[in-house]
């Protein structure tokens, strides 16, 4: 969405939980959705592609090619419930992401923006995604039509590294290598050193490992050997892992990012980050340890916007350095020099004094009330810094060790921000 904030951290904290637990590795039908999501797109009209969720909506939903991902679909909901500003069509193309850097594969350029569509105005026709009982012809004609060449019809393909094949939902049986659960080039390996042969069973043409009988590899798996250009790029990612591992981050940041807006391109020239924006991350990144003088020299005529909150968060350099309980002079100087607003509240719906009164921060606090916030603010848990204060004092009372700054002292805090309510009463 336009304008969303997201950290990144925490919510592959969240996803990391939904997907990996003691019922569930999940990794592999996440990374399926987000291709899935993607892989309809049409260069020709433009149509197709993971912007607007449409897989939320029939037919797409009842495509045969995306049977069983109601699974994946129905264990990320929680997260969205939890992130309405987040869209589904989002939530599904980065738990993609995180599941692949989960299994130990590479870290996917990704930026937030895709929309969630209210109504199935954009849904694609059901049959675009790859058969898998073709070959060589069908991959191009399919991957080209998204806009990618044969170097990159073969990194993707490379995402058969992860999961297996289910009977049930395709009519395929079994995992492409041993380890289903790691992302590495075993794929390509198995490709090149095995001998294949045709699957004995009363199900879909397939090929299994004549060594174990225990490995698949579908019918456009085996075309990546049988087709010389195709069997090159094969050969190299069976020789080089972090070739394919390049490969496959580019080509797979580009399918999940076909046909949405420019914002959501990682590569999207106009997107990098500018001069002044980055002097603004480092004003952040040097008010979080307190550091005045590197501070001063980067608000000094205007090298940095030192208001500039951290898209990921929300934060401000304020939000930072209150989080930390950094000495009054530091804050008066970032709310008073820097004029920065202490009522602006982070993703979490935090201000400052939040954040300070958390932690029990007390000359915090007090710069923080006097120079005006709104104590009146609520954060997304619907409490206001007073109830912060109140909510964490039991818990963390004596707990911090005085090298860390002191005890902290929310009995202080709770005093400062209650005798501030008053006097605007
Ligand atoms: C090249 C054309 C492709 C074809 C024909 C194809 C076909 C299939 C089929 C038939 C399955 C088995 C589904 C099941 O029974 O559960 C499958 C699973 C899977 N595919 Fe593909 N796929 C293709 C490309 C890709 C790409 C580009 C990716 C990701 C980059 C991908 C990732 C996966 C994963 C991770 C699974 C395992 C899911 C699980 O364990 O539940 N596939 N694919």
Redesign the pocket.
Known sequence: MEGTVVNDDALKSEIRQALINQKVN?C??A??I??HAA?TYDKRDGSGGSDGGTMRFEPQVYDE?N??LSIIRDLLLPIKENHPEISQADLWAFA?CAAIEFLGGPKIPFKFGRRDDEKPVRVPPNGR????S?GADH?RQ??NRMGFDDKE?VA?????T????????????G?WTHT?LKFNNDYYKHLVEKTWKLKDWAGKKMYTDVETGTLGM?P??LALIQDPSFKKYTVQFAKDEKLFFEE?AKA?AK?ISLGCPPRCNPFNQDEKVSGRAKASMEFREYAMHGAILPCKELAKGGLADVKAVEPTSGRTALHKAAFWGHPKPFISFLVNDCKIDPNVQDIFGDTALHDAAKFGHADVCQVLVDAGTDLMLRNKHGKTALEVAQLHSPKFALKAPPEAGGYPNHAACISIISAGKRSKM
Do not use: C, N
């Open positions: 999940a592999p039908i990374m399926r987000a291709w892989g090619a049977k069983g993609g995604l790859p058969d898998a073709q991959l399919v991957f019809i993707l393909s490379g995402g058969h992860l999961g297996r094949m289910h009977e049930i939902r395709s009519g395929y049986d995992p289903p579908l456009t798996d496959f797979y399918l």
